[in-house]
T-cell receptor, first 113, second 115 residues
Framework: AQSVTQLDSQVPVFEEAPVELRCNYS??????LFWYVQYPNQGLQLLLK??????LVESINGFEAEFNKSQTSFHLRKPSVHISDTAEYFC???????????FGAGTILRVKS | DVKVTQSSRYLVKRTGEKVFLECVQD?????MFWYRQDPGLGLRLIYF???????EKGDIPEGYSVSREKKERFSLILESASTNQTSMYLC??????????????FGPGTRLTVT
């Protein structure tokens, strides 16, 4: 069985500071990894994904995540956050390209001015 | 743009009532999902469907059933609502793998309160 651990339930950070949201997974087979974001009062949106190839993946709004197989991690980073990045972020794992996702508990990112 | 809509944003029901949550997607996706979202627990899969009239249990199916009579519509049914089913319910859809799309598309959610 797969599981996902997001190590921080809340991360407060000042605007323009760097941030890292941590995600570790456990699985006995190869997996595909995802970060979803949920802005207040909205559904989830895909932020970025790792399927294969380069272990560093990037989103269009400046986030990046690195797949580390040896540490079974997929941490999300951004070098400089904005107020508009305030949201809840979910790490998820799948054996099937994005079908049948298993989600972590979520990390609330609060960006303060 | 893929659109997943849910019939209600907020719903208040009484204990013991039968509750229907409706979800509709407009992209001809084969796979549809129902999750519940609770603080500190993330999203947990209740049921999913990979084709019309087909369904499979997820991780927490107890107390729920589903119906998929048409490809675009997936309904979640609470046969007899209980207070521990107060939660946010999210629907999602996903195309057949191999179409080059590897993300689930989510609806805005229905916040259900059972009193």
């Amino acid at each position: 069985a797969q599981s996902v651990t997001q190590l921080d339930s809340q991360v407060p950070v000042f605007e323009e500071a760097p941030v890292e949201l941590r995600c570790n997974y456990s699985s006995s087979v190869s997996v595909y990894l995802f970060w979803y974001v949920q802005y207040p009062n909205q559904g989830l949106q895909l932020l970025l994904k790792y399927l294969s190839g380069s272990t560093l993946v990037e989103s269009i709004n400046g986030f990046e995540a690195e797949f580390n197989k040896s540490q079974t991690s997929f941490h999300l980073r951004k070098p400089s956050v904005h107020i508009s990045d305030t949201a809840e972020y979910f790490c998820a794992v799948s054996r099937e390209y994005g079908n049948k996702l298993v989600f972590g508990a979520g990390t609330i990112l609060r960006v303060k001015s | 743009d893929v659109k997943v809509t849910q019939s209600s944003r907020y719903l208040v029901k009484r204990t013991g009532e039968k509750v229907f949550l409706e979800c509709v997607q407009d992209m001809d996706h084969e796979n549809m999902f129902w999750y519940r979202q609770d603080p500190g627990l993330g999203l947990r899969l209740i049921y999913f469907s990979y084709d019309v009239k087909m369904k499979e249990k997820g991780d927490i199916p107890e107390g729920y059933s589903v119906s998929r009579e048409k490809k675009e519509r997936f309904s979640l049914i609470l046969e007899s609502a209980s207070t521990n089913q107060t939660s946010m319910y999210l629907c999602a859809s996903y195309p057949t793998p191999g179409q080059g799309v590897y993300e689930q598309y989510f609806g805005p959610g229905t916040r259900l309160t059972v009193t």
